[in-house]
């Protein structure tokens, strides 16, 4: 009897999620989002009670893999799709896909509360994650040794932080990889002469270090008014990418998404919004 009862639970929940059809909504990849994806879709399924929507992370690089091998509607991503990967979507669905600018992210340089240092230029932090300036007195601190905190290479803020500090080159051996942003913030929080990198809006616990362009230029940090003028140096676009022009319950969802509500929730997040 119960596994009957067993059986007759399962085909219902099947038969209710082949009824709702376009109206389940897949979104992985970057963990940069996570915490944007996740506020957008408990919104939006708060005010459309028939629309689900599943939200996982994974890094950049996994959530534009699913795209590609489609196993999921929506592609968050903190860095723009490379052309190899366009390819591949072509070769296989005929198209490169749809770019969508969804937020503004000011890509912080975290260090322990405990720090004196305040400011860093992009040559210093080149020269800090390439291991050719390895303790803090170096750059105006205490004499205490840094350790370093990054991204795993499947990682879209990882890319970003190699293609535009370190200028394609290769990161310290030292570098600890940690699986997401959150988990770069708790290690640098317990960590006196960590350093780390990730979203603006993951940084709690820890305290942001102004960045320069150079020795000569002014430190700025990493706020709205900052990010959106372009003086703050270190900042990017979050994005969403999709097999085709989006139809339907996708279209509906991205353009929510877009709209001053959905832009609201960017701000109360901690990133910063398109318009």
Do not use: H
Not at 68 to 78: L, P
Not at 169 to 184: I, K, L, R
Not at 192 to 213: N, Q, W
Request: proline share 3%; aromatic share 8%; glycine share 10%.
């Amino acid at each position: 009897m119960m596994k009957y009862v067993l059986m007759v639970a399962v085909l219902v929940l099947s038969t209710g999620a082949l009824l709702r059809g376009e109206d389940k909504v897949t979104v992985k990849g970057s963990d940069t989002m996570v915490i944007l994806g996740q506020r957008w879709a408990e919104e939006y399924m708060s005010e459309n009670k028939d629309v689900v929507i599943q939200v996982t992370g994974g890094g950049s690089g996994t959530g534009i893999s699913a795209l590609i091998n489609g196993t999921t509607d929506i592609c968050n991503s903190s860095r723009p799709m490379k052309p190899a990967e366009r390819d591949k979507l072509k070769q296989r669905y005929g198209t490169r896909g749809v770019e969508i600018k969804c937020a503004l992210d000011g890509l912080s340089i975290y260090v322990n509360e405990a720090n004196a240092v305040q400011e860093l230029s992009m040559q210093q932090l080149k020269d800090i994650y390439q291991g050719k300036i390895t303790n803090w007195k170096q750059v105006g601190g205490k004499d205490e040794r840094i350790i370093l905190y990054s991204r795993e290479n499947n990682s879209g803020t990882y890319v970003y932080f190699k293609d535009n500090i370190l200028m394609g080159e290769d990161f310290s051996s030292s570098a600890q990889n940690m699986p997401g942003t959150a988990a770069v913030v708790n290690a640098v929080a317990r960590d006196k002469g960590g350093i780390g990198y990730g979203g603006a809006a993951y940084g709690k616990g820890i305290r942001e270090l102004k960045v320069k362009l150079d020795d000569k230029a002014k430190a700025y940090a990493p706020t709205m008014e900052n990010i959106k003028s372009g003086n703050y140096p270190v900042s990017r676009f979050l994005f969403m990418y999709v097999k085709n022009k989006p139809t339907g319950a996708l279209k509906k969802y991205i353009d929510w998404i877009l709209s001053d509500v959905g832009q609201k929730i960017v701000s109360a997040v901690g990133y910063f919004p398109i318009r």
